[in-house]
């Protein structure tokens, strides 16, 4: 009996530890580099496209996901120098008086994800996941799960800005009626940013040293 107590328990484990392998919520930049360091997707394109993964709805719904856009480095907001458009067409220019300084949301706060508190804008992704489409999602970082698919829905936004750099985070609410609040974990950040002087040069040359090579060839 106890034998069969253990072997039940072990399977209920492994169960719970598949269904929730992969994250509720998710940040992605097609595209971008991966960095092991700071857990981010790292773009250096001001045109890119984030996308923000809702997962296991089979568990239930995700309320009021948002899409959190944070400004690094020092920056200040200024106005049009963000803007977001949805897969239906809609843009949202972020101007300087939508920006607030801070860690979102008010209360019960983002973890710090090594960038809060900043100048950060908002905008909503949707009031509740039961609206669909739903496809299989996975695990979006190179040592996760990968292969692993999983009830969620994928919802995909252009990003134009002038910024040097734009922080991408997110967050949602488990149940409309208590409110319990869960976040994209740091492992899954996203972030746009300028490359550095020394590697914009090296890429210079890069492709200087190729143009050359290709004339001398012909």
């Known amino acids: 009996m106890k034998k ?25 930049i097609p595209g971008a580099e991966y960095d092991a360091t700071s857990e981010t997707w790292i773009t250096s394109e001001a045109n890119h496209e984030v996308w923000v993964i809702a997962a296991n709805l089979n568990h239930g719904d995700i309320y009021d996901i948002h899409l959190v856009a944070s400004l690094v480095n020092g920056e200040t907001p200024v106005d049009g120098a963000l803007s977001i458009t949805d897969e239906g067409s809609t843009t949202t220019v972020f101007n300087a008086a939508d920006f607030a300084y801070g860690t979102p949301p008010t209360t019960d706060p983002m973890p710090y994800h090594g960038v809060f508190p900043a100048d950060y804008a908002q905008m909503l992704v949707t009031s509740v996941t039961t609206s669909g489409p739903y496809i299989d999602v996975q695990d979006y970082i190179p040592s996760g799960d ?38 994209a974990p740091f492992s899954h950040d996203g972030e746009f940013a300028v490359p550095e002087p020394a590697t914009a040069i090296l890429m210079g040359l890069g492709l200087v040293c190729a143009g050359i090579y290709r004339r001398f060839r012909h």
């Open 146 to 183: 990968g292969g692993t698919s999983i009830y969620g829905q994928i919802f995909k936004f252009t990003v134009s800005t002038s910024y040097d750099a734009v922080h991408y985070n997110a967050y949602g609410f488990y149940d409309a009626a208590d409110g319990k609040r869960i976040f």
């Open 4 to 28: 069969l107590l253990i072997i039940t328990i072990l399977a209920l484990m492994a169960m719970a530890s598949t269904s929730f392998a992969v994250p509720n919520l998710q940040i992605y």
